[in-house]
């Protein structure tokens, strides 16, 4: 079977689309091998065709571990049962895309959260004021303001060991929607996330998705490459 002729026929397909509802970004040559985040290298697909996409690459490149990888997290969430086929997997995709969209997201619910101005257990509210002045004495006075993570005095061998995999993990996160740092911890670590058991483990996860979040891509970072 020719697996780069359907590869290309699927993208090729994407391409020449214009699509309706629910869609995925598949990085045409894929980031572990070079590819960028350029918009001639992406390609907007149906779930079911991305997964069908990831399951090719790895028949075309079946020594690339990174394909591998990525094809692994899509087909086994890592906390809980396999996805049975790409019809299932695209189906439950949209439905989870509509229900989050709808008034079930948590943000609809509970309002935007995380924003600094109220405090976590004893409901304390700053003024705005007060939150820019807090900010501006921690950028002046910080002395590890501007360090990477990697590079910070309190960073041990086992989250030194975790941001050498960024590029890893960057991955996975992108091929399942972007989630939060726990989720991420049990995509990466293949086990479910128990904060009484792995609450400090989850520690680095959080830094990291904050800097995928912030737009930062490990492969193009210079210093990041030095590891």
Known sequence: MDYRKIYDSIVKRGKNRIFEGYTESHHIIPRCMGGTDDSSNLVNLTAEEHYVCHQL??????????????????????????????????????????????????????GTWNKGKTGYKNKVNFSDKTIKSMSERMKSNNPCAGVKPWKHPRTTDVTLALWKRADEIYEIWLANEKPSYCKLYGLTMNKKYDWKTNGKEVGPYMNMVKYFRSGWVPTQDQEWMKL
Do not use: H
């Not at 990174?66 to 996805?83: D, H, I």
């Not at 997201?105 to 509970?110: E, K, Q, R």
């Open 57 to 110: 690459l790895v028949k075309i490149y079946p020594d690339e571990i990174g394909l591998v990888r990525a094809a692994m997290f899509m087909t086994a969430s890592g906390v809980g049962p396999k996805r049975q086929g790409n019809k299932m997997y695209g189906w439950l995709k949209r439905r989870f895309s509509e229900y989050m969209s709808g008034p079930n997201n948590p943000s609809t619910l509970n």
